[in-house]
């Protein structure tokens, strides 16, 4: 099949399958509604301080750290320190999170039971058949044990997914740790196994990446390298099969297209294809993306309980915390804070509490301000930098998710030359974001 490829969406996804498809000697044009590239991925200056209104981190992936060197941004990563500390709260103490069988028998988070249980995990059996219709929650409780599920699992995901992990299907949400268990009878000796099958050869920098002008350096390359095939303001207003040919009703007018590769939202995907591929519009419709509040807070670092050095914290669910959790931004990356101040990006609402998202602005600072002083990482009012509101965020692999992506291949196989990319598929980190866009665009 001849001729260009139209991609609709100028996030991560969209930019990675074009400049794929261009590095291939492939025709290509992106169609992306609003007038900047990036999607979710957005870094701004405000009042000296750097924030990110989307993903703060980034873990370099093998393909991901290739991207950023072949583009020209490998000078300009930071690199937090890999050792640097995670803290979980719970009942009004940070605990460090262990991140070794030394550092677990000392941690207080779990009791010596609960440590026993976490042990002991490779000798637990293995659960006969696929884990399809098992919660990330129930997997944990039954190969962790119940205490490691509820103080280190559960905070975990509600710092990925902002999601509940009594609500996540662990093939999807986690698909390693169902396969480990599934291949090698525990999580320990999986992880143990994928490790010593790495292919030789360069490995990406260890620590959480960013760079000296923010998350956004990525796509603003990616996009600068497209150059005009990016085109801006451009929404897409409908999209027909026609004759082995796809006809793009665009901002510009009328395109036509060999192949089209949607690298837009779950809901605007389903919206797209409503008309031709009804299943794929129903299992996109059917994710969920609860709404999440993003807040960046500043105060002074002389104003501090303690000084703050760590990734940052997440929350053990409570009754009496409404956030769920913290990235200590200043402590991961140089230029985030003017001197003297510290930076703190904070999340509430997601799907364990969405009601949380909705909050006034000063009912919303005030509960996140009470959570913080709880925990005692800072104490007194803070300044506020930015609020940002997700109407609908992070995509929840809910129950049934693996049914849904596998309507998106029975479409696919429909309707050649259709492709579906996105963080709904393959993965939420921006990782797998990029993957999941070089797998469109091959």
């Not at 962790?144 to 975990?156: D, H, K, V």
């Not at 709404?291 to 002074?300: F, G, K, S, T």
Request: hydrophobic fraction near 45%.
């Amino acid at each position: 099949m001849t001729g260009p490829t139209a991609v609709v969406g100028a996030g991560l996804s969209g930019l990675t399958a074009a400049r794929a498809l261009a590095r291939a000697g492939r025709e290509v044009v992106v169609f992306e509604e609003s007038v900047r590239a990036g999607g979710a991925v957005r870094s701004e200056a405000r009042g000296g301080f750097l924030i990110e209104l989307g993903p703060n981190t980034v873990r370099p992936t093998p393909e991901l750290w290739r991207l950023i060197e072949e583009v020209g941004l490998a000078r300009e990563a930071l690199f937090a320190p890999p050792r640097l500390p995670r803290y979980v709260e719970h009942a009004g103490r940070l605990h460090a999170l262990p991140m070794s069988p030394p550092a677990l028998l000392g941690s207080r988070l779990l009791s010596a039971a609960g440590k026993l249980r976490l042990l002991g995990e490779p000798l637990r059996r293995r659960r006969r058949g696929e884990a399809d219709d098992e919660s990330v929650r129930d997997f944990a409780a039954r190969r962790l044990g119940p205490e490691a599920a509820e103080r280190m699992i559960e905070p975990f995901v509600g710092g990925i997914f902002a999601g509940s992990a009594a609500e996540l299907e662990v093939s999807s949400a986690f698909p390693s740790l169902a396969r480990w268990e599934r291949e090698r009878g525990s999580i320990v000796a999986g992880a143990i196994a994928e490790r010593r099958r790495r292919p030789a050869g360069p490995r990406p920098p260890r620590g959480l990446l960013s760079f000296r002008e923010g998350l956004e350096a990525l796509p603003r390359a990616l996009a600068a390298e497209l150059g005009d095939r990016v085109r801006l303001g451009r929404p897409l207003r409908a999209l027909n099969p026609a004759a082995g040919r796809w006809l793009l009703e665009t901002g510009e007018g009328r395109f036509e297209a060999a192949r089209v590769i949607l690298a837009v939202p779950a809901w605007r995907a389903a919206d797209i294809v409503t008309g031709f591929a009804p299943e794929a519009a129903t299992a996109l419709g059917a994710i969920p993306h609860p709404p999440l509040a993003v807040l960046h807070l500043a105060y002074p670092a002389s104003g501090l309980p303690r000084p703050l050095h760590g990734f940052g914290h997440l929350i053990v669910p409570s009754p009496e915390r409404r956030i769920l959790g913290a990235v200590w931004s200043s402590c991961l990356f140089s230029g985030r804070a003017p001197d003297g101040q510290v930076l703190l990006t904070v999340f509430a609402g997601g799907a364990r509490d969405p009601d949380t998202a909705a909050l006034p602005d000063a009912e919303l600072v005030s509960a996140t301000a009470h959570d913080l002083a709880a925990a005692g990482v800072c104490a007194g009012d803070p300044s506020v930098v930015a609020i940002t509101r997700w109407k609908r965020s992070i995509p929840q692999y809910t129950f049934g998710h693996r049914e849904r992506m596998r309507a998106l291949e029975r479409e696919e196989a429909r309707w050649p030359g259709l492709r579906f990319a996105g963080n709904y598929r393959g993965g939420v980190s921006v990782g797998d974001v990029v993957k999941s866009g070089m797998e469109a665009g091959s």
